[in-house]
């Protein structure tokens, strides 16, 4: 195993379609968390802020050229984080790349043929998997010789059982790659690597987490293993979320073709952009904002939201045997009370009994001490995940650019 210097630091990125949010974290065996920011607006309005571990803003907004390619940001990036980091050197960069395939069921060392593979998957998703991709070419250009760990979304979800990976399709679609991958593993398995602490009944039995922020889905594990979980093929299906639809009738699409002439990139865009909370409200995708009006509209958005939950919670409970814990995470788990309540009370059949005190002051426990569920909110924290498997993997590399 090659030793760290306590002067080096884990690098991580998570690029989304229009921003690049790294953290900063120590390379020891906790990895210490050092600062974090953002790249917000790119493609419009490109503009830099960052924080330091305990919250307190260290940089910016900084507005960055508009023109600026993925390559001229994350120079900028890479140039004012060496500037702050006192001493301490980048010694590797973990990023969060959406699609594995079924051959990534675990984080890799980011290597030609690697990324070839991952460049292969960009059919599959199209409007995610290049903007993971771009940052990984631009820090190999940059600085060619740090190592590079790619942590994907999909790899917690390769423990599902066969059955709970396909689709009712023809078997040629299904070996071509139609299948049901999964997301938002990293935030899952985050959850599952803190519950031994907090109910060892929930890490050992049948929970269900709710990673609930503007991309929405729910994982059922049985002993910290994912069994099923609500996003299939792509980022587009399952819950209700921001502004992707969820579960659609595939009849749906025909229609919008047929009937309605659109082509696949104006779908695509509507999938993304226009449905959900935004396009049921006609007023945002912001859950804040939502709870905050009085319109009809945004009143049936919410209870579209929670009713989605609670139906996949049945099916999800389904799917383990039985349900023993429930877990809500991300923004809208972690901070919306009226949503955890709402999903609660409609899912007492499944024998949740909510502490209602507990939710509305944000406890970490919220259901009663006699209910059969237990019921948690934890804040999940994906780029410590990432962090921590880039660490392992460079820690066993031979002598590479690791003090
Ligand atoms: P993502 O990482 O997928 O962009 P987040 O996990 O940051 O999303 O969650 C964003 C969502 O969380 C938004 O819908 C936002 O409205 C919601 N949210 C954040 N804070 C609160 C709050 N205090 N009350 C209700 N919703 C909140």
Redo the contacts with the bound molecule.
């Keep these: 195993m090659t030793p760290t210097d306590t002067k080096d630091v884990i690098l991580t990125l998570n690029a989304?379609s229009s921003s690049i949010k790294f953290a900063i974290f120590s390379a020891v065996n906790d990895a210490e968390y050092l600062m974090q920011g953002e790249i917000e607006g790119i493609g419009k309005r490109p503009r830099f802020h960052a924080r330091d571990r305990n919250g307190a803003a260290i940089a910016g907004p900084q507005a960055i050229k508009a023109d600026a390619s993925v390559h001229d940001l994350m120079q900028v990036l890479l140039e004012w984080i060496n500037r702050h980091l006192e001493g301490r050197k980048i010694v590797a960069a973990g990023h969060r790349v959406v699609l594995g395939g079924l051959e990534h069921a675990e984080p890799v060392l980011i290597e030609a043929a690697v990324l070839d593979r991952l460049r292969a998957l960009i059919p599959l998703v199209p409007v995610h998997q290049p903007r993971n991709l771009e940052p990984i070419d631009a820090l190999a250009k940059l600085n060619p010789t740090m190592p590079q760990v790619a942590c994907f979304d999909t790899s917690f979800h390769r423990t599902m059982p066969e059955v709970a990976q396909l689709y009712g399709l023809p078997r040629k679609f299904t070996d071509e790659g139609a299948r049901r991958y999964g997301f938002h593993g990293l935030s899952y398995e985050y959850i599952a690597g803190v519950l031994p602490k907090i109910d060892d009944r929930a890490a050992k039995g049948r929970t269900v987490v709710a990673?609930?922020?503007?991309?929405?889905s729910m994982c059922a594990m049985i002993g910290g293993r994912s069994v099923a979980t609500t996003m299939g093929f792509s980022p587009l299906g399952g819950l209700v979320m921001?502004t992707r639809p969820g579960e659609l009738d595939p009849g749906i699409l025909l229609w919008l073709m047929q009937a309605k002439g659109m082509d696949d990139k104006a779908i695509e865009s509507m999938l993304y952009h226009d449905c959900g909370?935004k396009g049921v409200s006609g007023i945002s995708?912001?859950?804040?904002?939502?709870?905050a009006s009085d319109d009809p509209h945004a009143k049936q958005a919410i209870a579209l939201f929670n009713y989605r939950i609670c139906w996949e919670l049945g099916a999800l409970a389904a799917a383990a045997g039985g349900l023993d814990a429930l877990v809500f995470t991300?923004?809208?788990?972690?901070?919306?009370?009226?949503?955890r309540e709402a999903v609660c009370q409609q899912s007492s059949w499944l024998g949740i009994e909510l502490d209602a005190p507990a939710n509305a002051r944000g406890a970490e426990r919220i259901s009663t001490r006699t209910s059969r569920v237990s019921v948690w909110v934890i804040p999940?924290d994906e780029e410590r995940v990432i962090a921590m498997h880039t660490l392992k993997l460079v820690q066993r590399l031979p002598e590479r650019g690791v003090a």
Aim: no cysteine.
């Design positions: 989304g990673h609930l922020g503007n991309g929405a921001g909370l995708n912001d859950m804040r904002d939502l709870l991300a923004g809208i788990g972690e901070n919306a009370s009226a949503v999940t």
